[in-house]
């Protein structure tokens, strides 16, 4: 039988891989880890069965996150003891792609001033530069992430030194932090600290950059990697700026409202419930000669201002059949009616 990923599921419940899948047609998949493969502590439905059968099948993965104040291994051993087969050099960080932009700036050797977390300096020593904590240290760039314990006195530094002209490169502008008590500033609201002091903009490591993407691609030797995420802004947009492919999948961020009315920029290649939908043909959507948009078993037009929907099975295919209309309107649609027939589409 099929699952409503499109996806073949056994009786046992392992993912088989269906001729033509969407991931046959990358050499690496590369994948965004809160809301896509994990919700806080536990793992979202179909992740570990899915992942687990790509890496049977040979498929090269890497987990990408902005999250540049954990070390790749600890992120790593969360996502083992999830059940996930998976070694250190698979996780990527925004950490280690700034680092890589560092390097890329910087002699050899260089000193460089590090305003974040010992994974940040870390990365930076795994360039083969010196990490230092004063400007007095004539570092030839800084480089900022986040950390808890970063104070007045470390983005003072970093300030002294932007002011004089150095390169800033920062692993992320992230607004926020979620923590266990609510929402707390994260490491954009620390650079905005340095750039209202300085009046310098940084060059940005993470999401939606594309030195991010492009780092995970270099790890996994990858050409045609397909980026997965849950969310428009960040991973869709830098896949795109990046040049890569992206699926986004429903079970985080994102919702049918916001896929409806993505801008170019934040438009995915591809959609899906869950990662089922690796292991499926890909969804395409054509026009018909009536000026509707059809996929498998669904239509949509856009008339009189709105996204009109009819048809049956996979909703997913129902949404980008929706998608494919409202986005080739020239005037954006009101996706009311077609939102009340996608109503089911987040159950599992």
Known sequence: MHGPGGARVNVSGAVELRHGSLVRR?????????????????????AVPVLGRLREAGCRTAYVTNNAGRPPAELAGELRRLGLEVADGDVVTSAQAAARLVAERCAPGAPVLVVGSPALRTAVAGQGLRPVASERDAPAAVVQGFAPTVSWRE?????????????????????????????????????????????????????????????????????RPLMVGDSLDTDVEGARRAGYDSLLVLTGRTGPADLLAAPPHRR?????????????????????????????????????????????????????????????????????????????????
Do not use: M
């Open 155 to 223: 983005l003072a530094e970093a300030g002294y030194a932007v002011a004089r002209g150095v390169p800033w490169i920062v692993t992320n502008t992230d607004l926020t932090a979620p923590t266990q008590r609510g929402v707390a500033p994260g490491n954009g609201a620390l650079v905005a600290v340095v750039r209202a002091a300085t009046g310098a903009d940084p060059a940005v490591a993470g999401k939606p950059s594309a030195a991010l993407f492009r780092e995970a691609a270099e790890r996994t030797g990858a050409r």
């Open 26 to 46: 990358h050499d690496a998949v590369l994948l965004d880890l809160d809301g896509v493969v994990r919700v806080g502590p536990r793992p979202v439905p179909h």
């Open 268 to 348: 995915p290649t591809h959609v899906g419930r869950d990662l089922r939908a690796l292991c499926a043909p890909p969804q395409a959507a054509e026009r018909q000669p009536d000026g509707a948009w059809r996929c498998r078993d669904w239509q949509a037009r856009v008339t009189g201002g709105q996204v009109l929907l009819a048809g049956h099975g996979e909703l997913s295919a129902g949404l980008w059949a929706a998608c494919a209309a409202a986005w080739s309107a020239p005037v954006p649609p009101d996706p009311t009616r077609a939102l009340a027939v996608l109503g089911r589409l987040p159950e599992s």
